[in-house]
């Protein structure tokens, strides 16, 4: 007897995250392309659109000899889809400026269901800051 499994079907939010779990996993290591950079501690702060009420925090202590140098987080917004924010350009911006604090403001680039059908831009609000140490 040949039992046949078949393949969970995904959907498009899952889809979405395999493929930035892909692209992460494919860059180089942040001690490889920043090997002057020795420490980095992130701190994220999610706000709603308006940019008034504050949902969340979290803090990191990242790991440069692990962690990848794609710096991607996750919009805090449960029904959100294709939605994260991206930090990548700004870690690499702080490092070639040699900047010791990194703060800035981003919008969630992705959809939300409004009711059952209708997808409205997310423009969830991300404050950063990032703390870099050298050697």
């Known amino acids: 007897m040949q039992v046949m499994m078949s393949a969970r079907k995904l959907n498009a939010r899952q889809e979405y995250r395999l493929k930035q779990r892909e692209r992460i996993d494919g860059s180089p290591l942040i001690a490889k392309k920043f090997p002057r950079l020795k420490g980095l501690r992130?701190?994220?702060m999610y706000y709603d659109t308006k940019g008034v009420t504050k949902n969340g925090e979290m803090k990191c202590k990242m790991?440069?000899?692990h962690a990848r140098s794609?710096?991607?987080?996750?919009?805090s917004a449960g029904d959100c889809l294709a939605g994260d924010?991206?930090?990548?350009a700004?870690?690499?911006s702080a490092v070639a400026?040699?900047?010791?604090?990194?703060a800035?403001?981003?919008r969630c680039q992705g959809a939300r269901k409004?009711?059952?059908r209708e997808r409205v831009p997310c423009q969830a609000l991300l404050r950063y800051r990032l703390n870099l140490d050298y050697d």
Do not use: Y
Request: proline residues 0%; negative net charge.
């Open 63 to 65: 790991n440069v000899e």
């Open 90 to 92: 700004a870690l690499a």
């Open 104 to 106: 800035g403001e981003i």
């Open 97 to 102: 400026g040699h900047h010791k604090v990194a």
């Open 70 to 75: 794609e710096l991607w987080f996750s919009c």
């Open 85 to 88: 924010f991206n930090l990548s």
């Open 114 to 116: 409004r009711g059952d």
């Open 42 to 44: 992130v701190t994220l």
